[in-house]
């Protein structure tokens, strides 16, 4: 699995293409613009099943509750929803995609970059900034010789977070990522205190064997679970439909990752996770699980911001032996991945949903747990929300001002007066 905080454009408005640098320098537009036949976000409901149907239901429904509840979603939303809109949006991208290619043939998308390795510069001069703001009691200072930190780094190529901790801090530690022979990135960081393994942690259980190699349970100050979820880390490519309501390949990700965490971790540990999906109706379901072990819980933004929407922090773990923690690794280990019905889920996790695993997954309601969960979580989900809106927003006004120039003004034309400022 590859690592870092980049890589996915889920929070960008064009379905699977990402906010590049290149794209900055895009040829002015032909005129006259021509509004594209179809657009690839479209997922028209005739084509799908009606449990498909059902999950994107499920998943508006709990968007628009969310929205009445947080007004920095609302916002978000409704940016996104402009993006969708803008004739001159889509116009962007057909520039793009002509001058650098999209898909299969993409000169600049990460997911289609096979063996392309980041640099891990950007990703250490994030975490020195970061990291110590975050937890200034784990990240503020060198570690104590007296008492060495260790880490285990899941999704760690190139190996930003791993040359911070262990050239900056000097800890020692373990990472883990998807082989390049499997399409991952290679590790760009070596060091003696950095033992190295090869590692698909969308295989069921992977987890197990990560814990053994780490040195069992209870060995780490800090798991990172930097796995960025996208094409290029997936052994089956899933259409749009299915790669947003299937979701067995994410949580197996989730469920390695965090299951890693929850043993490996020494009572007071920390885990941080990158979050990289639309769908907040999974994120309060994870956290709902996870939460009780912890002390403390927030989401933090990423150093792109138009790309992966967060990671989660979750800091003060109680410990393998607490009752909480039981019920966290219970939830993983014990709620039923694959996609299909099955008896009893809510008594064998505990609740959250009706007969099937996806439902389980989700949280479909506002309940007074999310509420509490949501109240400790909204300044930092705000902050993360909000730079996403301000972001995609200046994407479409830098958009609809290109394409408004190259028509000969404003005004002129399908789409003269939308997204004015």
């Not at 902050?383 to 404003?410: M, P």
């Amino acid at each position: 699995m590859s690592g870092g905080m980049g890589g996915s454009s889920n929070g960008n408005y064009g379905g699977g293409r990402s906010g590049n640098d290149e794209a900055a320098a895009l040829p002015p537009p032909p005129p006259p613009a021509v509004r594209p036949p179809g657009r690839e976000h479209d997922v028209s409901t005739d084509t799908l099943d009606d449990e498909t149907v059902r999950r994107k239901n499920v998943l508006q429904s709990w968007s628009t509750v969310l929205a009445k509840n947080d007004a920095s979603w609302d916002v978000l939303q409704a940016e996104k929803r402009a993006g969708w809109e803008s004739e001159a949006v889509d116009w962007r991208w057909r520039q793009r995609d002509a001058t650098f290619g999209h898909g299969g043939s993409s000169k600049v998308d990460r997911v289609n970059n096979r063996g392309m390795v980041p640099s891990t510069r950007k990703y250490v001069v994030f975490y020195r900034e970061w990291m110590p703001k975050l937890a200034p009691e784990l990240f503020g200072r060198a570690a104590d010789e007296s008492r060495p930190r260790v880490f285990a780094d899941v999704g760690s190529a190139p190996g930003g977070m791993c040359e911070y901790l262990v050239g900056d801090l000097g800890w020692s530690g373990f990472a883990f990522s998807l082989a390049p022979g499997d399409e991952g990135f290679g590790m760009q960081f070596a060091s003696p205190r950095l033992a190295y393994a090869d590692s698909d942690v969308s295989v069921a259980g992977e987890w197990r064997r990560l814990l053994d190699l780490v040195g069992g349970r209870a060995v780490c100050d800090f798991v990172n679970g930097g796995v960025v979820i996208d094409r290029g880390q997936q052994r089956v490519e899933p259409s749009e439909a299915s790669d947003t309501l299937a979701m067995e390949h994410h949580l197996e990700i989730y469920r390695n990752e965090l299951l890693l965490g929850l043993h490996a971790l020494r009572p007071g540990g920390a885990l941080y996770f990158a979050y990289q999906l639309g769908q907040t109706a999974l994120l309060m379901r994870l956290l709902l699980a996870l939460r009780p072990a912890f002390a403390s819980v927030r989401v933090t933004p990423t150093f792109a911001v138009g790309r992966t929407p967060m990671y989660v922090w979750l800091g003060g773990y109680a410990g393998l032996e607490t009752a909480a923690a039981a019920a966290a690794v219970r939830f993983l280990s014990e709620t039923p991945v694959a996609d299909a019905a099955v008896e009893e889920v809510g008594e064998k996790t505990g609740g959250g949903g009706g007969g099937c695993a996806w439902d389980a997954w989700h949280q479909s309601e506002w309940s007074a747990e999310v509420a509490s969960l949501h109240r400790e979580l909204r300044e930092s989900l705000a902050h993360v929300w909000t730079t996403q809106a301000d972001h995609l927003r200046k994407q479409r006004l830098e958009a609809e001002h290109a394409f408004e120039s190259g028509k000969g003004g404003k005004g002129g034309g399908k789409g003269g007066g939308k997204g004015r400022w």
